[in-house]
C-alpha cells in the first residue's frame, strides 16, 4: 500500500509563495500519473494540478500562470510551487495519482495552505 505524506504548508500574506512536497512510499510511484489536489472549508475536494510520468502537465485555471507541478522520480517526490497566492488559495492541499489513474491510493493528512494578511 502506498503512503503519501504532505508537507510545506503554512500562513502567507497575499502575493507569497509556498512549496508544497509530497513523498510517496513505494517503487511504483514513476509510473503513475500524479496530481494535487485541494480542499477547503465546506467545499469539494478539487484537483489542481497533474504532472504525467514523463512530465506533460495540467492546471485548473484559477492556478495557471501562479503553480508549477514537478516530479523527482529518484525521491519519489511530487512537488507544487505556488506562487503569488491569493486568498482564495487557502485550503488542504493533498497529493494522489492523477484523476484518470483511479483508484486513488489511500489519501494522506494534507498540508494545510492558509493565504491571509
Known amino acids: 500500500q502506498v503512503q503519501l505524506v504532505e508537507s510545506g504548508g503554512g500562513l502567507v500574506q497575499p502575493g507569497g509563495s509556498l512549496r508544497l512536497s509530497c513523498v510517496a512510499s513505494?517503487?511504483?510511484?514513476?509510473?503513475?500519473?500524479m496530481a494535487w489536489y485541494r480542499q477547503a472549508p465546506e467545499k469539494e475536494r478539487e484537483l489542481v494540478a497533474v504532472?504525467?510520468?514523463?512530465?506533460?502537465?495540467n492546471y485548473v485555471d484559477s492556478v495557471k500562470g501562479r503553480f508549477t507541478i514537478s516530479r523527482d522520480g529518484a525521491k519519489n517526490t511530487v512537488y507544487l510551487q505556488m506562487n503569488s497566492l491569493k486568498p482564495e488559495d487557502t485550503a488542504i492541499y493533498y497529493c494522489?495519482?492523477?484523476?484518470?489513474?483511479?483508484?486513488?491510493?489511500?489519501w494522506g493528512q494534507g498540508t494545510q495552505v492558509t493565504v491571509s494578511s
Open positions: 494522489n495519482k492523477g484523476p484518470a489513474s483511479t483508484p486513488f491510493w489511500s
Open positions: 513505494g517503487s511504483i510511484f514513476g509510473i503513475h500519473p
Open positions: 504532472i504525467g510520468s514523463i512530465g506533460g502537465t
